[in-house]
C-alpha cells in the first residue's frame, strides 16, 4: 500500500521546509515574509490529498499538485476574507453566504471555474444558486463539514498567488483621492501577531461573539420568521448552530489580522454613501489595541451617536444639507412621491428661517449631550413594561432609521412619534421610497425599474464621509502633514501623543459643520490605553 504523505504532521514538515528553505535562500525574516504568504483554511480539510485522489481538469498548471492545491486554497479563503472585511455581517441572516464576483475571482486564478465545480462536487464549498444576471450575484459558503471549524495556515508557494495576495485591493480612484490615508494605512502594522491571534480566539472574544450570534438569530427569526432555518430547531441544535457561527466569526478576526500582518489591504470608497472602507476598519474593534505606525500604539477620537448627530444638520444647516438631500430624493419629482418631495423642501425653507418645534429641539439637545439612547431606554421600558439596556435602545433608535417607514409598529419608531413628530417625520419623508427591505430589494430588483434605497442611511453616511475624510482628515493632513490618520467612519485613529489635535480639530469642525458643539470621545480604554497616565 502507497504510503500517505498528506497526513496533518507531513503538513507541518512542510511547512516547516518551506520556511527553512526561504530563511536558507535570504537570510532576512523580512526577506522570508516578503516572500510567502499565509491563507487560512478549516484545520480538518486537506486539499492535496483531494487533489490526488480526486484529480481536476484545468487549463494551466496540469499535474502540478502543489500549484493547484494554491489556486484552490487561494480562491476558497475568498470566503473567509469577505466576511472578514464586514466583520458584523449578520452569518445567521446570510445562512452563512458571501457574495464572490467572477472578475476579482478571474483576476486571481484564470480557470477558476474547474476548481468551484471541484470544490462544490466534493462539498467543500455550496452554492445558493440564486444567481441572476444584473440583479443577484452568486453567493457561497464552506460545505457543512467545513463550517465552523478552526482554521491553520496554509502557505502560498506560488509566486504569482504571493504576489496577488499581497497586492490587496486598493481602488486606484480611492487612492489618487485619498493618497495620503493610503500611505498611512500602508504604514499600520499589527503588534506581535500571535499574540493578536491568540487574543481574537480567547473566551473573552468568544464571548463576544456567542452574544452577537444570538442576537443576529433573534434578528433572522425576525425578518424571516417561519422560513428561518432556526426557528424549529431544539436548544441542543440551536447550541450547535451558535457553536459554529461563533467559529466562523472568531476565524474572520483572524484573517483579518494577518492581512493587515502580510500588507494584503483593502482600500475603497463605495458610490452608494462614499464611506472609505479599509483594512483597519475590517477589524474588530477589541483587536485593534494590537494596532501599530512606526511602533507607537494607536487611540480613537469617536463621534458618538454618529448618525443622530449628523442628522442634526438637517435642522441646524439646512443650506448645506439640501444638495445632498436633494441628490437622492430628486428622483420623487414627477411621480406619485412628488408631493413628498415638495414637502421636504418646504421644511427645509421653515428651518432656514430658524422655525423648529420644541420637541425638535429637544432631540438636538438630547443628541449634542449624548443621552439619546438613554433616553430612549427609559422610554421604552415604560412603553413595553421591559427593561432596556443602553445598546438595545441604541438598536431600536437604528431600527426606525434603517427600515422603511412603513414598519409602524417599531418600538423606537412610537418612541419618536410621541416624542419627536417633527425630527420623525422629516425622516419619513427622505424614506418614502424606500417600501422594501435590502434582502426584498435583491428578490425583486430585476422587476423594478429603479431599486428604490433607504436614502436617509445614504444621506447620513455620506455627510458624514464628507465632513470626515473630506473637511477634517484634509486639514488634519494640510497643517499636521506628520501625524498618521487612520479614519474608522465615525473616528479618527491615530499615534499616542497626536491625539489632542485630532480631537481638537474634529469638535471645532464638527460644531462648525452641524450648527452645535457635539459629542467626541478620545477612546484611550478601548485602545488598551490607562487614561490615567495619560
Excluded at 288 to 294: S, V
Excluded at 302 to 327: A, C, V, W
Excluded at 348 to 360: A, G, I, N, W
Aim: charged fraction near 30%.
Amino acid at each position: 500500500m502507497k504510503k500517505n504523505n498528506n497526513r496533518p504532521e507531513d503538513q507541518r514538515n512542510r511547512k516547516s521546509d518551506n520556511l527553512n528553505q526561504a530563511k536558507n535562500s535570504t537570510g532576512s525574516d523580512n526577506e522570508i515574509k516578503n516572500k510567502t504568504a499565509i491563507v487560512q483554511l478549516p484545520i480538518n480539510l486537506d486539499l492535496r490529498s483531494l487533489l490526488r485522489k480526486y484529480p481536476i481538469e484545468v487549463k494551466y498548471c496540469k499535474g502540478d499538485i502543489n500549484q493547484q492545491t494554491d489556486r484552490a486554497a487561494f480562491l476558497l479563503t475568498q470566503i473567509v476574507d469577505v466576511q472578514s472585511l464586514k466583520k458584523s455581517m449578520n452569518l445567521a441572516l446570510a445562512d452563512g453566504f458571501v457574495s464572490l464576483h467572477s472578475t476579482i475571482l478571474q483576476k486571481f486564478v484564470k480557470d477558476y471555474s474547474p476548481y468551484f465545480r471541484w470544490m462544490i462536487q466534493l462539498g467543500i464549498i455550496e452554492c445558493d444558486k440564486k444567481y441572476v444576471i444584473g440583479a443577484y450575484s452568486r453567493k457561497f459558503r464552506l460545505g457543512p463539514k467545513y463550517r465552523g471549524q478552526k482554521t491553520q495556515e496554509h502557505i502560498l508557494s506560488s509566486k504569482a498567488l504571493v504576489q496577488k495576495r499581497k497586492q490587496g485591493f486598493i481602488d486606484s480612484v480611492t487612492r489618487s483621492k485619498y493618497i495620503e490615508l493610503h500611505n498611512d494605512l500602508k504604514s499600520l502594522k499589527i503588534d506581535n501577531l500571535s499574540e493578536a491571534i491568540k487574543y481574537a480566539e480567547s473566551e473573552e472574544m468568544r464571548e463576544i461573539a456567542y452574544k452577537s450570534t444570538k442576537a443576529d438569530i433573534i434578528l433572522t427569526n425576525k425578518i424571516k420568521g417561519k422560513k428561518s432555518p432556526f426557528i424549529y430547531l431544539d436548544n441542543e441544535q440551536l447550541e450547535g448552530e451558535i457553536k459554529r457561527m461563533v467559529q466562523d466569526k472568531v476565524n474572520s478576526w483572524k484573517n483579518s489580522l494577518v492581512k493587515i500582518d502580510e500588507g494584503a489591504l483593502y482600500f475603497k470608497q463605495d458610490n452608494t454613501s462614499f464611506r472609505l472602507h479599509t483594512s483597519a476598519i475590517s477589524v474588530k474593534k477589541e483587536l485593534r489595541i494590537f494596532f501599530r505606525i512606526n511602533g507607537q500604539p494607536l487611540v480613537s477620537c469617536d463621534i458618538k451617536n454618529s448618525q443622530p448627530t449628523f442628522s442634526l444638520r438637517f435642522f441646524l444647516k439646512p443650506t448645506e444639507s439640501t444638495p445632498i438631500i436633494d441628490h437622492y430624493i430628486c428622483s420623487y419629482k414627477g411621480t406619485a412621491l412628488e408631493s413628498s418631495y415638495k414637502e421636504l423642501h418646504n421644511m427645509l425653507v421653515r428651518y432656514r428661517r430658524k422655525k423648529l418645534e420644541q420637541t425638535t429641539l429637544n432631540y438636538i439637545d438630547l443628541v449634542s449631550s449624548g443621552k439619546l439612547y438613554e433616553f430612549f431606554a427609559e422610554e421604552l421600558r415604560k412603553l413595553t413594561d421591559k427593561d432596556w439596556s443602553r445598546e438595545a435602545a441604541k438598536r431600536a433608535v437604528f431600527d426606525v432609521l434603517f427600515c422603511p417607514p412603513k414598519f409602524k409598529s417599531l418600538p423606537g419608531r412610537k418612541v419618536f412619534e410621541k416624542h419627536f413628530p417633527e425630527v420623525i417625520k422629516f425622516f419619513s419623508l427622505i424614506n418614502q421610497g424606500y417600501t422594501m427591505t435590502k434582502s426584498q430589494r435583491a428578490k425583486y430588483k430585476s422587476q423594478l425599474g429603479k431599486n428604490p434605497e433607504n436614502y436617509l442611511a445614504r444621506i447620513l453616511q455620506r455627510t458624514e464621509s464628507q465632513v470626515v475624510l473630506d473637511i477634517i482628515c484634509k486639514e488634519l493632513k494640510s497643517k499636521h502633514p506628520h501625524i498618521p490618520l487612520i479614519p474608522l467612519h465615525d473616528g479618527i485613529a491615530t499615534t499616542l501623543d497626536n491625539e489632542l489635535i485630532v480631537y481638537k480639530t474634529m469638535l471645532r469642525i464638527l460644531e462648525k459643520e452641524i450648527g452645535i458643539k457635539v459629542n467626541v470621545e478620545i477612546e484611550y480604554d478601548k485602545w488598551g490605553i490607562k487614561k490615567n497616565n495619560r
